[in-house]
C-alpha cells in the first residue's frame, strides 16, 4: 500500500511530520484560474509530446531523403524526446530564477526555431543540431512549466487536473500524426516542418496564460496544526535543524542578506531622486545598478533554491523511496516510446499498410491513451483508491503488453494490443502526482525535472538501440523483448519501494533518539 509523505514522514523542509489541512481555500486553488492552467498544459502537451509521438512520419521521410541507416535516423527522434526530459533538471533552474511563465515562453520561441531550422537540413547531422538539440531544449522548456503550474495550482482533484491536461499527448499524436502525413504528402517534409514551426509559436501563447500563485496564496495552500506540546517541539526542532542543514543558505543569513540588497537598493534609489539635476548619463548608469543589483539577489536566491536540492543535506537524493523512483524511470519510457517510432516500419514489414492507412495503430495508442489518462486520473482520487497501487498495475499491463506485441501478426491482433499500451500508458499522468507525494509541492519543480531527465535518457536510448537490434537481425523482435526485459528490472524497484519505505522511518527514529 502506498503511504504519502506525510505517513512516511520525511522531510524537505515542508511539513511533512505535523499533519496539513487547507485553510481559507483561495478561488485560484482547485477552481478559477486554475482551470486555465489545464488548458494551457493541455495544448503545451499537444504541440510538444503530441508532435514527437508523430515522428515516425518524418522518420520514414528522412530515411528514404538520407539514405542513412535506421539506427542512425533514429537518434534524430531520440535526441528530440530525450533531451526534451534529460534538461528538467537545469530548466527547474530557470523556473527558480525567471518563473514558469518567462521560462516557458522563452521555450516556446526556441522550440519554433528548431523546428524551422531543420527544414533546410542537408544531411541527418543537422537535424542533430536543429531538431534534436534545439527544438529539443524548447520544448523541455515549455513542458516542465506546464506540467508544475498544474501543481501548484490544484490541491484536492490533482491526479484529475493532471490526467486532463496530459491527454492532450494523446489528441496530439493523433491530430498531429494525421497534420504531419498530410502536410509530408502536399508540401513535402521540409515545408511540413516549417509550417510546424510556425504552428508551434502558440507555445508562447500557452506559457503567457501561466500566471504565477502569489507567495501568500501558496502559504495559504497547507497550514500546520499539531495535538500536543511533544509534536509541537518536534515539528520546531525538526524544522531548525532543516533549515541549518538546507544547503547553500540558511534562514537568518538569507535575511541579512536580503536586508543589505534592499538597503543598496533603497541607497540607489535615494542618490537617483537626489540626482535629478546630474546628467542623464549618471542617472542613466545609477538606472542599470540597480536593475543588475536586483537581477543578482533573484538569480542568487534561485540558484540556493536549485543547489539545495540536489547537492544540499537535504538533497533530493536522501530519500531512498525517490531514489528507487529514479531508478524505475530510467527503464519505462523507451517502452512507450519504441512502438511510435518504429510501429510504421513494422506494420510495412507484415504488409499491413493498406489496413494501417485506414486507420493507424499509433492513433490507437493516441486514442485510447487520451481515455486512459483521464479513467485512471479519476481513480485514482477516490479517497479509498490507492494512487500507488493504480500507478503498478497500469506499469504491469505496460510490460505485458511491450512482452507480447512482436507474437501479433495480424493487424486485429496489434490493433488490441496497441489499445491496452495506450490505456495502460495512462499512468504518466499519475506521476507528478506520485512525485509530490514524495518530495512535497515545494520541491515538485526539481524532483519532477530529476524524473523526467530520467525518462529522456530512456527515450534517447530506447529507439536508436531498437534500430541497431534491427540492423543486426533484421527483426526488431528482440528490441521488445529487451525493452521489456529491462522495464521489468525497474518494476522490480518499485515493489522493493514498500521496504525501503517502512525502513526509511525507523532509521530516522534512530537517529533522533541518539541526538
Request: with cysteine; glycine share 8%.
Amino acid at each position: 500500500m502506498y503511504a504519502s509523505r506525510e505517513d512516511i514522514g520525511y522531510d524537505f523542509g515542508d511539513d511533512s511530520k505535523v499533519g496539513s489541512k487547507p485553510i481559507k481555500p483561495n478561488p485560484n486553488i482547485d477552481g478559477g484560474w486554475a482551470w486555465m492552467i489545464v488548458l494551457s498544459s493541455f495544448l503545451v502537451h499537444i504541440l510538444i509530446m503530441g508532435s514527437q509521438m508523430a515522428l515516425g512520419i518524418l522518420n520514414m521521410e528522412w530515411l528514404e531523403e538520407f539514405n542513412q541507416s535506421r539506427g542512425l535516423t533514429a537518434w534524430v527522434s531520440s535526441l528530440s524526446m530525450g533531451i526534451t526530459l534529460i534538461v528538467g533538471p537545469f530548466i527547474g533552474l530557470f523556473i527558480s530564477m525567471c518563473g514558469c511563465r518567462k521560462t516557458a515562453i522563452i521555450g516556446g520561441i526556441l522550440n519554433a526555431l528548431g523546428w524551422i531550422l531543420s527544414a533546410y537540413a542537408s544531411n541527418v547531422h543537422y537535424l542533430f543540431l536543429t531538431f534534436g538539440v534545439t527544438a529539443g531544449v524548447g520544448s523541455g522548456m515549455v513542458y516542465l512549466p506546464a506540467v508544475v503550474m498544474v501543481g501548484q495550482y490544484f490541491q484536492k482533484r490533482r491526479a484529475l487536473a493532471q490526467g486532463l491536461s496530459t491527454t492532450g499527448t494523446g489528441f496530439g499524436a493523433f491530430l498531429m500524426t494525421a497534420l504531419l502525413k498530410y502536410l509530408c504528402t502536399e508540401f513535402g517534409w521540409r515545408n511540413a516542418m516549417f509550417i510546424q514551426g510556425a504552428i508551434s509559436l502558440n507555445l508562447c501563447v500557452c506559457g503567457a496564460l501561466m500566471r504565477p500563485l502569489s507567495p501568500k496564496d501558496v502559504s495559504e495552500k497547507y497550514v500546520v496544526r499539531s495535538n500536543s506540546e511533544d509534536n509541537q517541539a518536534k515539528a520546531l526542532s525538526h524544522s531548525a535543524e532543516t533549515i541549518k542543514s538546507n544547503g547553500v543558505l540558511s534562514e537568518e543569513p538569507e535575511k541579512k542578506e536580503e536586508a543589505t540588497n534592499e538597503e543598496v537598493l533603497d541607497s540607489v534609489q535615494h542618490t537617483e531622486i537626489g540626482g535629478k539635476s546630474r546628467s542623464g548619463r549618471k542617472m542613466y548608469g545609477l538606472r542599470i545598478l540597480k536593475t543588475v543589483s536586483q537581477l543578482t539577489v533573484t538569480v542568487r536566491k534561485g540558484f540556493a533554491i536549485w543547489y539545495s536540492s540536489y547537492f544540499g543535506a537535504a538533497s533530493l537524493f536522501t530519500n531512498r523511496v525517490f531514489v528507487a523512483f529514479i531508478i524505475w524511470a530510467l527503464f519505462a519510457y523507451s517502452s512507450f516510446v519504441i512502438p511510435f517510432i518504429h510501429l510504421p516500419e513494422i506494420v510495412k514489414q507484415y504488409n499491413l499498410s493498406s489496413q494501417n492507412n485506414i486507420f493507424p495503430l499509433t492513433s490507437i495508442i493516441a486514442i485510447v491513451h487520451i481515455f486512459g489518462k483521464v479513467i485512471l486520473g479519476i481513480i485514482s482520487d477516490l479517497p479509498c483508491i490507492s494512487t500507488w497501487n493504480v500507478f503498478l498495475m497500469a506499469n504491469f499491463t505496460l510490460v505485458t503488453c511491450i512482452l507480447t506485441l512482436p507474437l501479433m501478426q495480424t493487424y486485429v491482433s496489434l490493433a488490441v494490443v496497441c489499445a491496452l499500451i495506450g490505456f495502460s500508458s495512462g499512468y504518466f499522468s499519475l506521476m507528478p502526482v506520485v512525485t509530490e507525494d514524495l518530495v512535497g509541492t515545494k520541491h515538485l519543480a526539481n524532483a519532477y525535472g530529476i524524473i523526467i531527465c530520467a525518462n529522456g535518457i530512456s527515450a534517447l536510448l530506447g529507439p536508436p538501440f531498437a534500430g541497431w537490434i534491427y540492423d543486426i537481425t533484421h527483426k526488431y523482435d528482440f528490441s521488445f523483448y529487451i525493452s521489456g526485459l529491462l522495464y521489468t528490472v525497474g518494476i522490480i524497484f518499485l515493489l522493493i519501494q514498500p521496504c525501503i519505505q517502512n525502513k526509511q522511518p525507523r532509521e530516522k527514529s534512530a537517529e533522533e533518539a541518539q541526538v
